[in-house]
């Protein structure tokens, strides 16, 4: 398995406080990603990372930042969560092959529950 | 924003069955499509990928099937086995190692 890990797991919350998720990588991978996944939804990109200090938007960014200061760690922040925040966050890495798109590989998830 | 269309959004098959899930892209990135297969508490994981100068690829009993004139890929699990009973999600490129993702199959394979 990739090493990712993903912290808390499960984090239960309440409206208009702030939450940070982190993910640890040991594979020295470029590349990091936050995800959400709901019902109905699939797997929907939050931001992602390209390097140090180097992130960018993905499809559901407004509400969320990110942080990247080493390459091991990517935080992702809710400022003040919101009910529709509750969700399951993946962290994914990857490391291009020249070929374009390298694979994926993905934490277990972190369950947040805001109320 | 670009999207991936993901169908059926539940399948259920028996033991031996052939369940077949389609996605369909619109413009792309790179010419790279995967699918990803997700078990209960767990993250998605890669199942199989193509890269089409092919129309088929396989992979042990999983296959993927692509139409670059339709812009659509599928993919197909032979003799599929209780153990397959997961989560399926096909993803396009949208950009440099960047993948959007269909919204999910959930396959249940009944013994």
């Known amino acids: 398995d990739a090493g990712i890990t993903q912290s808390p797991r499960h984090k239960v919350t309440e409206t208009g406080t702030p939450v940070t998720l982190r993910c640890h990588q040991t594979?020295?991978?470029?590349?990091m990603y936050w995800y959400r996944q709901d019902p109905g939804h699939g797997l929907r990109l939050i931001h992602y990372s390209y390097g140090v200090k180097d992130t960018d938007k993905g499809e559901v960014s407004d509400g969320y930042s990110v942080s990247r200061s080493k390459t091991e760690d990517f935080l992702l922040t809710l400022e003040s969560a919101t009910s529709s925040q509750t969700s399951v966050y993946f962290c994914a890495i990857s490391e291009p092959t020249g070929e374009g798109t390298g694979e994926l590989f993905f934490g277990e998830g972190s369950r947040l529950t805001v109320l | 924003q670009q999207q991936v269309k993901q169908s059926p959004q539940s399948l259920i098959v028996q033991k031996g069955g052939i369940p077949i899930i389609n996605c369909a892209y619109e413009n792309t990135a790179f010419d790279y499509f995967p699918w990803y297969q997700q078990f209960p508490g767990k993250g998605p994981a890669l199942l199989i990928a193509?890269?089409?100068?092919?129309s088929e690829k396989k992979e042990g009993r999983f296959t993927i099937s692509f139409n670059k004139s339709a812009k659509q890929f599928s993919l197909h699990i032979m003799d599929s086995q209780p153990g397959d009973s997961a989560t399926y999600f096909c993803?396009?490129?949208?950009?440099?190692?960047?993948?959007?993702f269909g919204t999910g199959t959930r396959l249940l394979v009944s013994p």
């Open positions: 193509i890269r089409p100068d092919v």
């Open positions: 993803a396009s490129p949208t950009g440099f190692q960047k993948l959007v």
């Open positions: 594979e020295n991978h470029r590349y």
